[in-house]
Nanobody, 119 residues
Framework: QLQASGGGSVQVGGSLRLACATSGFRPDAYALGWFRQAPGKEREEVSCISRMAVSTLYSDAVKGRFTIFTDNTDTVYLQMNDLKPEDTAVYYC???????????????WGKGTLVTVSS
């Protein structure tokens, strides 16, 4: 199971840290990703840790501002800095034990957490 938390409302330039608890399985055995969906838009991949935690990927929109990482508590985080209004969206975490990288068709999805960035 995946459980995302940490969303909220911040002003432009602020920071938030999202957390996704991966209860029931070893995070390093899965590709782990963060996705977001803004109103009226399709879900998009934000960041991914490959299976076996070999490497990470970021979308161009968040590169240099967001950081994905895991810790020993089997949680995957998304540290979001210098937030912009266009980062406003529902954020989802996802996992897949077969794929090496993330995609919008991953096997397991958590419920979303809303991030709102206001100017």
């Amino acid at each position: 199971q995946l459980q995302a938390s940490g969303g909220g409302s911040v002003q432009v330039g602020g920071s938030l840290r999202l957390a996704c608890a991966t209860s029931g399985f070893r995070p390093d055995a899965y590709a782990l990703g963060w996705f977001r969906q803004a109103p009226g838009k399709e879900r998009e991949e934000v960041s991914c840790i490959s299976r076996m935690a070999v490497s990470t990927l970021y979308s161009d929109a968040v590169k240099g501002r967001f950081t994905i990482f895991t810790d020993n508590t089997d949680t995957v985080y998304l540290q979001m800095n210098d937030l912009k209004p266009e980062d406003t969206a529902v954020y989802y975490c996802a996992a897949d034990a077969v794929a090496w990288w993330c995609s919008t068709v991953m096997a397991y999805w958590g419920k979303g957490t809303l991030v709102t960035v206001s100017s």
